[in-house]
């Protein structure tokens, strides 16, 4: 029997913190999973092959199927490289606002209204500044800040 597709999703965070253990990135998983939380309910407006949590769990495992050793270089080019980063997001009332990942989660932007999603040649961060934000966050984590740096989300 094969699993849902909702399924497939939900236990896809599981497969994600798996994986980094299976690669010796477990360090990642806070980073990461700060995240992708950014992200969550995009779904619902993307292909299901642009699912920010599949497409995570997918390079994680293609990583181990070709046993591929992954630095932090190549990890965080890769996820700053996944389809998801170029969507972009706007209130359909008001199309000069924005959804802006640095700023709040895609919830809780598309609680203000309707939204109306594209893909987009340029994401928003930009490529550099989500790479600059994994590699800082990573690196906080890993000095003991209690706090992970994350520009990404919003002080409330």
Known sequence: MQ?????????????????????KLHTWCPVLLLWLAQYEGLEAYLEPDDNPTIAVRDLLARYIATGEHVFPKKLVTDLSSLAFVHY??????????????????FIEFSQRGDVSVWLSEAPLPSLCDIQDFLISSYMHQQAGDRHLYLPFISNK
Not at 4 to 18: E, G, L, M
């Open 88 to 105: 972009r997001a706007a209130l359909m009332a008001d199309s000069q606002t924005q959804w802006d990942p640095r700023m709040s989660s």
């Open 3 to 23: 699993a849902s597709h909702a399924t497939d999703v939900q236990h896809a965070v599981f497969a994600i913190v798996r994986n980094l253990s299976i690669l």
